[in-house]
Each structure stands twice: as structure tokens, then as C-alpha cells.
């Protein structure tokens, strides 16, 4: 009689025949089946047969193996070929569709919906600002406007002269002069201007209409009291025989005294003069000046005067000079405003005709400064 415990071990051969036989049962049972999936383990026997199931427990010996449809049962490890392999995980079935196999994603969580946020109501339209009246502007007068562009002139001494005298009797004459002067200095250079115009009547009659215009340009030398200088001269003589002269010249000058009270200087240079109108002719002249710019003798008077010689380069002994001499009295010291006695003479050593050699002219004049 066997041992009852050999009952449990069936004969490897039996157990495959079954298997065999019954594996189209086992692939139904496992197909309706609806359980949860299992780790599965695949033995291979010697004899080349492969069983499926699960791996209870095992040893040196034997493996204790539950078979989905010979329940459980042992497997000597003499009759497999090796050991169990790494468990692979049993796909799980989904019942509507047993056929295909539902494989658990990690598939990140699906987004919600944005949520569309009510539409801004449009802010109130402010009430328009009721219109402030324009400050009326402040009206000036026209004189008092400066424009940002600097004139000529805007930043020289500037004085204007005004004189008229007149006789009247056995003859009646009258006189009128005025004068524009100008001029302006710093460490480097200095600028004089002048302009002027005479005219008389004697008996009704014009016996004399003449204009000056004159510019001298200063270039002042560093620490020292030399300078150059370029002057251009302009006169208008309507009863001299050339009617018209324009004269240019250029040279070195010498300060010789200069102080707050009194100024003297010398100059010498060369150029050109060209006359026409009724004679056209152009020669060559020399400059030989002395001046003295200022000397102020009180708070009240100053005097100042030049005598400048013009010798003829392309003819000898002649000659032209102009002298001049100026008295100037202060009547306004608030407002600036001076009186003037002059005299001038201009001497030519040649002239055509019936003309006097000399032309003398004194004068007084009202003066303003500004």
C-alpha cells in the first residue's frame, strides 16, 4: 500500500497529459473570469511542456505551485528546466471589451476649463472740464521787446547827436547835423564806428550836403601795448569834384598813455583810396595818426580830438589832413545826456577849380548815451 502522503504528488507525465487536454477550459475560465490580475509564473519541464500559475513557495527541492485548474500542486525542481523566471504583471481586462488588454497610465490630470472672467464695464466718461479764460498778456511796450538773436550792435556803447543852428537877416542859413557812433572793447580787440551827415542852406539855396561813415577794427596785443588795425572810410561830398571816396587801410599802432582818466595812441599803416562821380581815379595813400581817445578832465568835461595825415604815394607833396577836436559837457548825469562843441577841417594840398582847400565845420550838438 502507498504512503498516504505521496497522494499529493502526482506523476509529472499525468499532470501534463491534463493540462494538455484541458488548456481550451482554462483559457475560457480565465477569459470570464472578472478578477483582480495576479503575478504569473511559467514553469518549463524537462519534457518541454510549460505550465502557468502561481508561485506559492519554494526551496532547495521542490516548488509548491498553484495551477488555475489542478489547483495546488508540487513541482520537484528536478523535473524543470530553471527556476521561476522574474514574475511579469497580468494585464487587467476591461468587461465591455475582454479582448483588449487596459494598460494603467500615469496620464496627468486634464485641465479645467478656463473660466471666462464678465468683461470690464467701460469707466465713466469724466464731465468735461469747463474752459479756463486766458490770462489776458501783459502788453509792453513794442521798444521793450528783445529779440534772442543779438543785434550789431546790442552789446556796444551806442550815443546819437543831434544839433541844429540857423541865422536869419541880411542872409538866411540853417544847419543840421546828426551823428550815430558806436564802439566796443574787451581784452582782445576793440571796435569804433562812426557815422554822420551835414547839411546847409544859405538864402534857400544847398550849400552843403555831405556824410561819413567810418569802422576801425583794433587787434590788441597780449601784454603789450602794440596792436594792429584795418580801417575803411566812406564820404560823400555833393559839390567836391569826386562826389564819392572810399578808403581802406591796415597797419601797426602804439598805446602811448593809458589810464582811467586819459588815453593817447599813434598808428601807421598804408592802403587805397578810390575816387568817383565826376573824376574816376584810384592811388595809393599812407596813414600817419595821432589821437587822443579820451582825457577826462572832471566828472563834467572831457575832451578828445586826432589829427590823421594822408600823404599821395604816387604823387609827391601831396597831401590831405583831417583834424578834429571835441568838447564834451555833461547836463544830464542821471539820464546821460552831454553836450558837444566840435570843429573839423579837412585840408587837401591839391584841388580842382574854384574849391578851397580847407573845408571847416564847427558845430553843437545835443548828445545821448545808451
Known amino acids: 500500500m502507498r504512503h498516504p502522503k505521496h497522494r499529493k504528488i502526482l506523476p509529472i507525465f499525468t499532470a501534463a497529459a491534463i493540462l494538455i487536454a484541458l488548456s481550451p477550459v482554462i483559457g475560457q475560465a480565465q477569459t470570464s ?4 490580475p495576479e503575478q504569473a509564473y511559467q514553469l518549463k519541464l524537462i519534457t518541454g511542456e ?10 532547495d527541492k521542490q516548488i509548491v505551485f498553484k495551477h488555475p485548474v489542478l489547483g495546488e500542486i508540487v513541482v520537484p525542481k528536478s523535473k524543470i528546466t530553471a527556476p521561476p523566471p522574474t514574475p511579469t504583471p497580468t494585464p487587467s481586462v476591461s468587461p465591455a471589451n475582454p479582448k483588449t488588454p487596459v494598460v494603467e497610465k500615469n496620464e496627468p490630470a486634464a485641465k479645467p476649463a478656463p473660466v471666462k472672467k464678465p468683461a470690464p464695464k467701460p469707466a465713466a466718461k469724466p464731465a468735461p472740464a469747463k474752459p479756463t479764460p486766458p490770462k489776458p498778456a501783459d502788453k509792453k511796450p513794442a521798444l521793450e521787446a528783445k529779440s534772442d538773436k543779438p543785434g550789431f550792435f546790442d552789446d556796444w556803447k551806442k550815443r546819437i547827436e543831434l544839433g541844429l543852428n540857423g ?3 541880411n542872409s538866411t542859413t540853417t544847419n543840421f ?7 566796443k572793447a574787451d581784452k582782445t580787440d576793440r571796435w569804433d564806428f562812426r557815422s554822420h551827415y551835414y547839411l546847409g542852406t544859405s538864402r534857400g539855396n544847398t550849400n552843403r550836403n555831405q556824410a561819413e561813415i567810418y569802422l576801425n577794427k583794433d587787434w590788441l596785443l597780449p601784454e603789450s601795448s602794440w596792436f594792429t588795425f584795418v580801417r575803411a572810410q566812406y564820404k560823400f561830398d555833393k559839390f567836391a569834384a569826386w562826389e564819392h571816396r572810399i578808403s581802406t587801410f591796415a597797419g601797426f599802432g602804439f ?8 588815453r593817447m595812441e599813434t598808428r601807421i599803416g598804408g592802403g ?6 565826376d573824376e574816376n581815379q584810384t592811388y595809393p595813400e599812407g596813414l600817419l595818426s595821432t589821437s587822443i581817445v579820451k ?3 572832471n566828472k563834467s568835461h572831457s575832451l578828445s580830438g586826432s589829427v590823421d595825415l594822408y600823404p599821395d604815394l604816387a604823387e609827391e607833396a601831396e597831401f590831405r589832413m583831417v ?12 539820464r546821460g545826456m552831454k553836450l558837444k562843441i566840435g570843429i573839423e577841417n579837412e585840408y587837401e594840398s591839391e584841388t580842382n577849380g574854384s574849391a578851397e582847400n580847407n573845408d571847416l565845420k564847427y558845430y553843437g550838438a545835443l548828445v545821448l548815451d545808451f
Do not use: M, V, Y
Open 323 to 334: 583834424t578834429r577836436g571835441e568838447w564834451l559837457i555833461k547836463i544830464d548825469h542821471a
Open 272 to 277: 587805397a583810396t578810390h575816387e568817383f562821380g
Open 177 to 183: 547835423r546828426i551823428a550815430f557812433k558806436a564802439n
Open 295 to 297: 582825457w577826462k578832465i
Open 167 to 169: 541865422s536869419e537877416g
Open 255 to 262: 598805446t602811448l598813455f593809458d589810464t582811467d582818466d586819459f
Open 50 to 59: 510549460t505550465l502557468s500559475g502561481t508561485l506559492i513557495s519554494q526551496d
Open 33 to 36: 473570469e472578472n478578477q483582480s
